[in-house]
Every structure is written in C-alpha cells, then in structure tokens.
C-alpha cells in the first residue's frame, strides 16, 4: 500500500491529493490513508498535510525500497523483485534462504543495514544503516559447478564499472574479490553455491559497497584499509542510482559469460585487476606463500611464482600486494 500512496502523491505534485480519493482508489478507509501517511513520514518522507485540500509529497529519502528502485531499474532481469529489509542478519543469507525454497533468478535482496554482515572466510562485513549498499543476487545459470567461480570474477568486474561510473576513479580489483580505490578496500564480494556435482542449483552474489559512511565511522582496525565513494569524490552518492546501475551493469556481464563464455569475464577482470607480476604475499588455509602473480587461470585461481621458482595455484585466500615487480 505505501507504493500505491506514493505513486498517487508523485502522480499529483501541483496539487493535494485529498485522502479520501486515495482511500477510494485503494478501496480502504481514510483512517487507513492517514496511518500510511504517518509510517511513510517515519521511514522519512517530507509529506504536507492541509486538513482542507489532502497530502503533498514534498521530498523523498534515499531508501533502497522497491518502490523507489524501481522507477529507475531498466533491466529485464535482475531486480524485478525486490526482498526488501530496514535490517537483517545477513542479505546472502536471506537469499539463500529464498533461493531454496523456489525464488527465482534475478531477485535481489536488499537491506538499509546488517546485523550480521558477512564478508570473506567468516568476516563481518561493517554494515551501518542508511550509509552504503548491501544487496544479494539469485542466479540460476544453466552451467556445471566448476564455471561457478568465474561470476564471482563478472560481479567483480560489474562493480568495478559501476564504481567508476559513479566516480570518474579507476577501480583495482584485487584477486579474488575485493575492490580499491586509491589502495583503499571501498566493495567486496560473498558468492556462494549451491550444486550437485554436474549442475549448479542457483548461486547467490553478495554484493557489499562502501558508499557513504564517513571515514571516521568504519571500525579502528580497518579504519585505514577501507574507504567510501563519498570520501573519494567529495559528494554523496544516491544509493538507489548506485543500486540499479549495478543491477543494470551486472545484467549486462551475465548477459556475456551465458553467451560468450568465461574468456570474456576472464579478460575484462585481468584489466581491472592488473596482476600480473605483482609481488604479492598470499594466505590460503593457513599457508603463507609469496612470489610474483603469473596470472589467473580458467577457472578463477591465482598462479603463483614461488620465491623456490615453483608455480602453485592457489584457488582461495587472502592476497598483499608488495613492492611492485614484473615478470621477465
């Protein structure tokens, strides 16, 4: 019903619209109207009230609710429904949640705040309200098990664009699937499968994007790591804007890895990233190893070159980079 109010408001701007012709409309009584008034000015909307000539809506707040993603999405697939939360535990976790029982591909999960935001390797992800952007995707891709890994790299690849879309910075997308800018960690990704062993049943992009909070507000331990699209560029970013941009650039490399295959993920995310003989000191499931990156294979795993003058591929864990270097 709130998305009904405001699209009657939007619809009538010059003019009041009076509560009894929305409470006609919408085959409820005006005491109805008046109390969806009232939550809709709770959530933050600027409504004008006259007990003469109705309601007028005079400003609207940066919500990622459907109501106002919507308007803007112009995708054909992802974010045609919208699982919309002020907090939640987790938005992978939800997705998961309703992607066992049934939901369908392209429906994204949202929240204006986390409760228990998950990043990589058991992480809490930093999760204030109303500051960033938290959203998981369900997808259904018709593909075997061992491909699943490369959407982790085409979400990777989808943020990055959007990220310099919003701010005229070129992003660096850091094996496997954290996004700086300016040596600073702004985005990071949780993707998460579930397959048999010759199908994949759906899997879940979780999409984190530090949009707004200011830099004194992130927790002291990562305080000097991480950093917002509103610190880079000096402006507050619309989150709905950001939202379906993201919906819309993500939709667009999905479109490509179904048609064209994983080369053509494999090859934009290797510009994004730049690699490729970088020193780096890598963690992989309690392992500490270092060398020179050689490059990211078929699958998504880094191959490394030992300081020993082995090469091993890591295919999971946490990457430093060093002293810049480059391959003979």
Same mark, same amino acid.
């Given at each position: 019903?709130?998305?009904?109010?405001?699209?009657?408001?939007?619809?009538?701007?010059?003019?009041?619209?009076?509560?009894?012709?929305?409470?006609?409309? +919408? =085959?409820?009584? *005006?005491?109805?109207?008046w109390k969806r008034i009232k939550s809709l000015e709770q959530m933050g909307y600027e409504i004008e009230a006259s007990t003469r000539s109705g309601y007028r809506l005079l400003n609207s707040p940066d919500l990622l609710a459907p109501w106002e993603?919507?308007?803007? +999405? =112009?995708?054909? *697939?992802?974010?045609k429904v919208v699982h919309y939360f002020h907090a939640i535990d987790s938005t992978n976790a939800k997705a998961y949640e309703l992607a066992s029982k049934g939901a369908q591909e392209g429906e994204v999960v949202?929240?204006?705040?986390?409760?228990?935001?998950?990043g990589r390797l058991g992480r809490l992800w930093f999760s204030p309200p109303f500051l960033n952007l938290y959203v998981s995707i369900i997808l259904r891709p018709d593909i075997p098990p061992n491909q699943a890994s490369?959407?982790?790299?085409?979400?990777?690849?989808?943020?990055?664009?959007t990220l310099e879309q919003f701010s005229g910075l070129q992003p660096?997308?850091?094996?496997?699937?954290?996004?700086?800018?300016?040596?600073r960690k702004i985005a990071g990704l949780l993707n998460e499968i579930h397959s048999e062993t010759d199908r994949v049943h759906f899997v879940i992009l979780g999409i984190g994007v530090n949009l707004n909070v200011d830099p004194e507000k992130?927790?002291?331990?990562?305080?000097?790591?991480?950093?917002?699209?509103?610190?880079?560029?000096?402006?507050?970013?619309l989150r709905k804007v950001f939202l379906s941009s993201l919906l819309e650039t993500t939709e667009k490399?999905?479109?490509?890895?179904?048609?064209e295959g994983g080369l053509h993920i494999l090859k934009a995310w290797k510009g994004w990233a730049q690699i490729q003989g970088k020193k780096v000191r890598v963690t992989s499931f309690g392992e500490v190893l270092t060398g020179v990156a050689i490059d990211v294979d078929s699958d998504g795993a880094l191959i490394l070159g030992t300081e020993d003058g082995k090469r091993k591929r890591v295919v999971a864990g946490d990457v430093e980079y060093q002293v810049k270097s480059h391959l003979v």
């Open positions: 019903m709130d998305e009904a109010i405001l699209n009657f408001l939007r619809q009538h701007t010059a003019a009041p619209l009076s509560g009894e012709e929305m409470a006609r409309h +919408l =085959k409820v009584s *005006r005491t109805t109207v993603v919507n308007p803007l +999405l =112009k995708t054909k *697939r992802l974010g949202v929240a204006e705040s986390q409760e228990k935001g998950r490369l959407l982790t790299l085409m979400a990777a690849v989808a943020t990055a664009e660096i997308i850091k094996w496997p699937n954290d996004i700086l800018l300016r040596n992130f927790p002291r331990e990562i305080r000097s790591l991480a950093t917002s699209l509103k610190h880079e560029t000096g402006k507050t970013v490399w999905y479109k490509i890895f179904l048609k």
